[in-house]
């Protein structure tokens, strides 16, 4: 079975940085995506990056040239390196894992989720 866990979310300044890590235990698929998603209090979860096992990258507009997505898809571990933080930022982040050829951006590509953590970035 596959198994998600994330860590790394914590209370940061506006302007700061924070690394997000994730790793995915069980998987069978080599071809595969994993991804970050967000959901801001009051606000729809939305995606932010995405890596595939070819090493291709996609991120949201809102996050593109401040964060960045890395992983090691043999070891199932991954990243999410964030810069220049705002307040907006603010919100639980999940990583998600899918099987698939090509880059996947919407959550229903996804079957398997970690439990979240939180980042918080004050003003």
């Known amino acids: 079975q596959v198994q998600v866990a994330e860590s790394g979310g914590r209370l940061v300044q506006a302007g700061g940085s924070l690394r997000l890590s994730c790793t995915v235990s069980?998987?069978?698929?080599?071809?595969?995506?994993t991804a970050w998603f967000r959901r801001a209090p009051g606000k729809e979860r939305e995606f932010v990056a995405v890596?595939?096992?070819?090493?291709?990258?996609a991120y949201a507009d809102s996050v593109k040239g401040r964060f960045t997505i890395s992983g090691d898809n043999a070891k199932n571990t991954f990243e999410l390196q964030m810069n220049s933080l705002e307040p907006e930022d603010t919100a639980i982040y999940y990583c998600?894992?899918?099987?698939?050829?090509?880059?996947?951006?919407?959550?229903?590509?996804?079957?398997?989720w970690g439990q979240g953590t939180q980042v918080t970035v004050s003003s």
């Open positions: 998600a894992a899918g099987d698939g050829w090509v880059v996947v951006r919407g959550a229903e590509g996804y079957d398997y």
């Open positions: 069980g998987r069978t698929s080599r071809m595969t995506n």
């Open positions: 890596v595939s096992w070819s090493g291709a990258t």
